[in-house]
């Protein structure tokens, strides 16, 4: 006996529960479903399209729905806009030290470059600082005289970089000796910036010209297990 089976003694027994109640499917409940299913890839479609695709489809799609795939895409557009204010390497002064960098950590990622003009590795650091900040600008770059910010502090151990976040140092690297001294490239400095927490990959922009190849290796921890750590805040 088949319990699915449309026949009266089937049915007296869902009457008395014995056999649970029949699931009629309709052809409504079968064009309904199909509906619902090609809504669903529509939104998938329609969520990975940025503004200038959905403006391409304003005369094949509809206006209401269009508009709502169209605000949300400004609205993360604007999101982006909002975090990626910096975008340059700018010269403080100790004055600004707590202002520009230890209050400003409390929103944002700050990388200071503690150098000396006189030191090639530290216009090489400048160099590299200047091109990443172009490229992660929601992470703030600034660079000051390394005496005037912590007085005779050695010229032995520049370039210096400290990495501020919530008023704090999470980073150190003292010289460029562990990213390969004055043969070092941005993309080494990039990679111990990553390692730290300091860059977003999400909203890296390319260099006009970038080759592919000088974006770094992402297989490593970004260098910054490699680097010399020296208690330099009780010093600012």
Same mark, same amino acid.
């Given at each position: 006996?088949?319990?699915?089976?449309?026949?009266?003694?089937?049915?007296?027994?869902? @009457?008395? *529960?014995? /056999?649970? #109640?029949?699931? $009629?499917?309709?052809?409504?409940?079968?064009?309904?479903? !199909?509906? =619902?299913? +090609?809504?669903?890839?529509?939104?998938?479609?329609?969520?990975?399209?940025?503004?200038?695709?959905?403006?391409?489809?304003?005369?094949?799609?509809?206006?209401?729905?269009?508009?709502?795939?169209?605000?949300?895409?400004?609205?993360?557009?604007?999101?982006?806009?909002?975090?990626? @204010?910096? *975008?340059? /390497?700018? #010269?403080?002064? $100790?004055?600004?030290?707590?202002?520009?960098?230890?209050? !400003?950590? =409390?929103? +944002?990622?700050?990388?200071?470059?503690?150098?000396?003009?006189?030191?090639?590795?530290?216009?090489?650091?400048?160099?590299?600082?200047?091109?990443?900040?172009?490229?992660?600008?929601?992470?703030?770059?600034?660079?000051?005289?390394?005496?005037?910010?912590?007085?005779?502090?050695?010229?032995?151990?520049?370039?210096?970089?400290?990495?501020?976040?919530?008023?704090?140092?999470?980073?150190?690297?003292?010289?460029?000796?562990?990213?390969?001294?004055?043969?070092?490239?941005?993309?080494?400095?990039?990679?111990?910036?990553?390692?730290?927490?300091?860059?977003?990959?999400?909203?890296?922009?390319?260099?006009?010209?970038?080759?592919?190849?000088?974006?770094?290796?992402?297989?490593?921890?970004?260098?910054?297990?490699?680097?010399?750590?020296?208690?330099?805040?009780?010093?600012?």
């Amino acid at each position: 006996m088949d319990p699915n089976e449309d026949t009266e003694w089937n049915d007296i027994l869902r @009457k008395h *529960g014995i /056999l649970p #109640q029949q699931i $009629k499917i309709t052809q409504n409940d079968i064009y309904d479903s !199909a509906v =619902e299913r +090609a809504q669903e890839e529509e939104s998938r479609r329609l969520e990975n399209l940025d503004l200038d695709e959905l403006d391409e489809l304003e005369d094949e799609e509809d206006d209401e729905v269009l508009a709502h795939y169209r605000a949300q895409r400004l609205a993360e557009f604007n999101a982006q806009l909002s975090k990626e @204010k910096f *975008g340059e /390497l700018t #010269q403080i002064s $100790k004055p600004d030290y707590a202002g520009e960098v230890t209050d !400003a950590s =409390e929103s +944002a990622w700050v990388v200071v470059h503690l150098f000396r003009d006189s030191i090639p590795a530290c216009k090489l650091m400048n160099r590299f600082l200047s091109e990443i900040a172009q490229q992660y600008r929601a992470t703030k770059f600034v660079k000051i005289v390394s005496v005037e910010c912590i007085a005779n502090y050695p010229d032995a151990n520049l370039p210096t970089l400290l990495v501020y976040r919530n008023g704090d140092v999470k980073g150190q690297l003292v010289k460029l000796d562990s990213l390969g001294g004055l043969r070092a490239k941005r993309k080494d400095v990039e990679k111990y910036l990553l390692g730290v927490g300091a860059l977003d990959k999400s909203l890296r922009r390319s260099l006009s010209g970038e080759a592919e190849a000088d974006s770094g290796d992402d297989s490593d921890d970004g260098g910054a297990k490699h680097s010399t750590y020296f208690d330099l805040s009780k010093g600012l």
